[in-house]
């Protein structure tokens, strides 16, 4: 009786083997420099075998974004519970977490390598964006059409997070979580903005406001701009 045989897997099985080794690599590395070789010797097959179950890298690659998409979009999913700076920090920590441990993937997904520029891979990238942009509507208890100057200041937000995210993968230069809180801070000064402007704004800055407790981050802030001010 043989021991240490290889077990067969199935066919999704093996998909799905393939797609988690590919996501490993793409998140140490950019998918430029990943060849179907190495995720083949990762996987414990051989290289025919790997395109058995998909074409190319491409292919590969979307599959491994689609599961890592799904993975981003429901790390905005928060309990609307509590004040909404508490909430909007916490989505943004899981944010970074995603960004932390997906670091090259990440990059040079939002900077349009050679390898990931396809309209299928927009088209998830957008999706993941749109999944934010809903969850914190809902977190404002805006569920219809917004104002809008409320969708300005919410995709405005979400392509800032994705800028600082970018920025701070070069090099690390700044503490993570001091960006996590500055990020919330960026939210209430948007808003802020837009509520000198409009009214319809106002009101509801006044409702994130309200819930805030003294410790929050959206006070923190207040805090420091009446400091600025009178240094």
């Given at each position: ?101 997906h670091g090259p993937g990440f990059s040079a997904l939002m900077r349009g390598s050679p390898a990931v520029g396809s309209s299928r891979t927009n088209a998830l990238i957008d999706g993941v964006r749109q999944a934010a942009y809903v969850q914190i509507l809902s977190h404002l208890d805006v569920d ?88």
């Amino acid at each position: 009786m043989r021991t240490g045989a290889r077990r067969r897997m199935g066919v999704e099985e093996r998909r799905q083997q393939l797609i988690g080794v590919a996501l490993d690599l793409f998140s140490r590395r950019s998918p430029d420099e990943v060849s179907i070789d190495e995720i083949a010797s990762a996987a414990g097959i051989s290289r025919p075998l790997v395109y058995h179950y998909f074409p190319g890298k491409l292919s590969l690659y979307e599959a491994a974004l689609t599961r890592a998409a799904d993975d981003l979009a429901n790390r905005f999913a928060e309990p609307r519970e509590g004040p909404f700076g508490a909430r909007l920090l916490r989505i943004t920590h899981r944010f970074f977490d995603f960004v932390d441990a997906h670091g090259p993937g990440f990059s040079a997904l939002m900077r349009g390598s050679p390898a990931v520029g396809s309209s299928r891979t927009n088209a998830l990238i957008d999706g993941v964006r749109q999944a934010a942009y809903v969850q914190i509507l809902s977190h404002l208890d805006v569920d219809d059409a917004p104002p809008a100057r409320l969708e300005l200041v919410v995709r405005s937000w979400i392509s800032l997070a994705e800028s600082t995210a970018l920025v701070w993968l070069d090099g690390r230069r700044i503490p993570r979580r001091e960006l996590e809180i500055q990020l919330v801070h960026d939210f209430a000064a948007l808003a802020a903005v837009s509520a000198a402007q409009d009214e319809e704004m106002a009101d509801l800055l006044r409702g994130m406001l309200a819930e805030e407790p003294a410790n929050g981050p959206f006070s923190d802030l207040a805090g420091l701009l009446v400091t600025l001010g009178r240094g």
